[in-house]
Nanobody, 114 residues
Framework: VQLQASGGGLVQPGGSLRLSCAASTNIFSFNVMGWYRQAPGKQRESVATITKGGDTNYAGSVKGRFTIYRDSSKNTVYLQMNSLNPEDTAVYYC?????????WGQGTQVTVSS
């Protein structure tokens, strides 16, 4: 399984970005797909997840600003990020869980700065 993350970049505070995570296999083979992030000097944290059934869960700090969704025709999971602030600066990783096996994509850098 390969996960290809993309969409990061430099954005001003208040701006938006959309991250993409393209899987090399049918995304419905995964129980959960999600996005994590790791800021410098901090532990990796969960940002948003979506289950096979479509249930979503968000970290409190992003709720109402970020939206996770998927396109099964493209085997891709997205993270729409709005109202970005400097505290959202981090390397973002996509993760998929199949049973007890985790798959990780490479990180994509998101920098929020004026």
């Amino acid at each position: 399984v390969q996960l290809q993350a993309s969409g990061g970049g430099l954005v001003q505070p208040g701006g938006s970005l959309r991250l993409s995570c393209a899987a090399s296999t049918n995304i419905f083979s995964f129980n959960v797909m999600g996005w994590y992030r790791q800021a410098p000097g901090k532990q990796r944290e969960s940002v948003a997840t979506i289950t096979k059934g479509g249930d979503t869960n968000y970290a409190g700090s992003v709720k109402g600003r970020f939206t996770i969704y998927r396109d099964s025709s493209k085997n891709t999971v997205y993270l729409q990020m709005n109202s970005l602030n400097p505290e959202d600066t981090a390397v973002y990783y996509c993760q998929c869980l199949r049973g007890y096996t985790e798959y990780w994509g490479q990180g994509t850098q998101v920098t929020v700065s004026s």
